[in-house]
């Protein structure tokens, strides 16, 4: 792990450009300890991102080998073998496409007419729509330019 003094912290002492802070109230030790805070939480993110990576490449070997196990059983006829580890079951069904929200907004204008469709579209999908309050906490990685301007 990085060290406090090896990477500046000036982001705790000076808001971000456009966000606002009152730092004249912190004592040093507060500000020692969210200094500690953010920096177990940026090591943290680091492992999460590195495990999200790991785990996204996985997934797609297991895509791969999937796609093939399945078109095997498919082709001989096997729903479901049995392993050590449990049972692989394959199945075949056919499902209806989703409705995509534009299929859906059209469709109403064609039922109910051009004005009242219209007016109906807005009622459900803009005006009778609850809002909720979401909050986040995420890193913003500066992306760095390798391209030189001569």
């Not at 796609?67 to 073998?81: P, S, Y």
């Not at 409705?99 to 204008?109: N, T």
Request: cysteine-free; overall charge neutral; proline content about 4%.
């Amino acid at each position: 792990m990085e060290s406090l003094n090896a990477e500046p912290l000036y982001e705790i002492l000076e808001p971000a450009p456009g966000a606002t802070a009152n730092t004249a109230e912190l004592t040093e030790e507060e500000k020692t300890e969210f200094k500690g805070l953010v920096t177990q939480w940026l090591a943290l993110d680091d492992q999460i991102r590195k495990l999200t990576v790991a785990a996204r490449e996985r997934r797609t070997r297991k895509q791969a080998l999937s796609n093939t196990i399945q078109a095997f059983m498919i082709e001989h006829e096997l729903d479901d073998i049995s392993t050590q580890q449990g049972r692989i079951a394959s199945s075949v069904r056919t499902v209806k496409v989703p409705a995509k929200l534009k299929e859906v907004k059209q469709r109403l204008i064609e039922l109910k007419g051009d004005s009242e469709g219209k007016n109906l579209v807005k009622q459900l999908f803009e005006d009778d729509r609850p809002t909720v309050e979401r909050k986040s906490l995420r890193r913003i990685i500066p992306k760095v330019n390798m391209s030189l301007d001569l």
